[in-house]
């Protein structure tokens, strides 16, 4: 398996433009959030798998970085569940935060990194968290 560091390297290097990073830093985290809600719209215990099964992926990696995504995790679900019509919610954000994404991508001028591997999908949430960490202190 290979080690965050890595993981975090070559995800850095299509996202080294600061819109693009900015565009990231805020986007991940309300994808992140809406794909939750969006499982969590479904059944709760859809979410809470989906949410276990990235928090093992974490702990494979990092068990500092697990325990922050374990937070954040829980933070996004106790939110999706005060929400009215849900479903519309996460739907609505979902979309956004993706064309803000492709946007941040269109002035980087590289692909997004999930085109090469779907598990970036989960180590986009791990660089913000990364990025947290770095800007309090805590090493990953």
């Known amino acids: 398996m290979r080690t965050l560091q890595s993981w975090l390297d070559e995800y850095s290097e299509s996202h080294r433009n600061p819109t693009n990073k900015q565009l990231h830093w805020l986007c991940v985290p309300v994808i992140s959030f809406t794909v939750l809600a969006l499982a969590y719209s479904l059944h709760w215990g859809l979410a809470l798998a989906a949410t276990v099964a990235a928090i093992w992926f974490y702990a494979q990696l990092s068990v500092t970085l697990a325990v ?44 997004p990194s999930f085109f090469k591997d779907l598990q970036f999908l989960l180590i986009g949430p791990a660089w913000c968290m990364d990025a947290l960490y770095k800007k309090v202190g805590i090493s990953s």
């Open 68 to 111: 922050g995504m374990f937070v954040m995790s829980a933070i996004m679900l106790a939110i999706a569940a005060m929400l009215p019509n849900l479903v519309w919610w996460a739907i609505g954000l979902f979309v956004v935060a993706w064309i803000g994404q492709f946007i941040g991508h269109h002035i980087e001028g590289k692909k």
